[in-house]
């Protein structure tokens, strides 16, 4: 399995742009998480899916986020318009049950907005 | 609520030296408990994992135990290597949600 992909590795955009962020979670995996991680608070989950339905949101920082999960391979994380507190490594991750087994990360998009 | 707290780092060892890196945890009933490392660049990646009381988590050489009684799953081993060099985070999982609570990660720096 090629594991949790993300696209793009690298996003630099210019304030006010609409900014999408994809992941592609592994094959079977009933659950993918989005987070955000900056030196300044660290790891912050933003949403989850389970079986491609949103469950919790609450991590989402403010109305320009938003996610979707329109099946069971893919997912976005868009940000309009976009700012410069927004630059942060964002991860998504998926796990097949929650509890015991863990999470399998991607390996991050890091996104600039200058 | 549920919560981790890890030691802060960064935390500066000579190659060869014994890492311990501590983490105690909050939580009602039984949570799982995990470490994971994220390698500069990358994503976390699971490194053990424990799911009940006394049970020992254990990979490339890394070992981490279950305490109830100390409500602590630290991480230890015995000889680190330059390329250990990464940020550890200590996480659990509740019974009551399905998500991952993570520590605030702990930097660690091994030098040649």
């Known amino acids: 399995d090629a594991g949790v992909i993300q696209s793009p590795r690298h996003e630099v955009t210019e304030m006010g742009q609409e900014v999408t962020l994809r992941c592609k979670p592994i094959?079977?995996?009933?659950?993918l998480f989005w987070y955000r991680q900056t030196m300044m608070r660290g790891l912050e989950l933003l949403i989850y899916f389970n079986n491609n339905v949103p469950i919790d949101d609450s991590g989402m920082p403010e109305d320009r986020f938003s996610a979707k999960m329109p099946n069971a391979s893919f997912s976005t994380l868009k940000i309009q318009p976009s700012e410069p507190r927004d630059s942060a490594v964002y991860f998504c991750?998926?796990?097949?049950?929650?509890?015991?087994?863990?999470?399998?990360f991607g390996s991050g998009t890091r996104l600039t907005v200058v | 609520g549920d919560s981790v707290t890890q030691m802060e780092g960064p935390v500066t060892l000579s190659e060869e030296a014994f890492l311990t890196i501590n983490c105690t945890y909050t939580a009602t009933g039984y949570p799982s408990l995990f470490w994971y490392v994220q390698y500069p660049g990358e994503g976390l990646q699971l490194l053990l994992k424990?799911?009940?009381?006394?049970d020992k988590g254990s990979n490339k050489g890394f070992e981490a135990t279950y305490r109830k009684e100390t409500t602590s799953f630290h991480l230890e081993k015995g000889s680190v290597q330059v390329s250990d060099s990464a940020v550890y985070f200590c996480?659990?999982?509740?019974?009551?949600?399905?998500?991952?609570?993570f520590g605030k990660g702990t930097r660690l720096h091994i030098l040649p």
């Open positions: 996480a659990l999982t509740s019974n009551r949600d399905d998500k991952i609570i």
């Open positions: 424990a799911t009940k009381a006394d």
């Open positions: 991750a998926s796990t097949l049950m929650t509890g015991a087994y863990g999470y399998t």
């Open positions: 094959s079977g995996h009933d659950y």
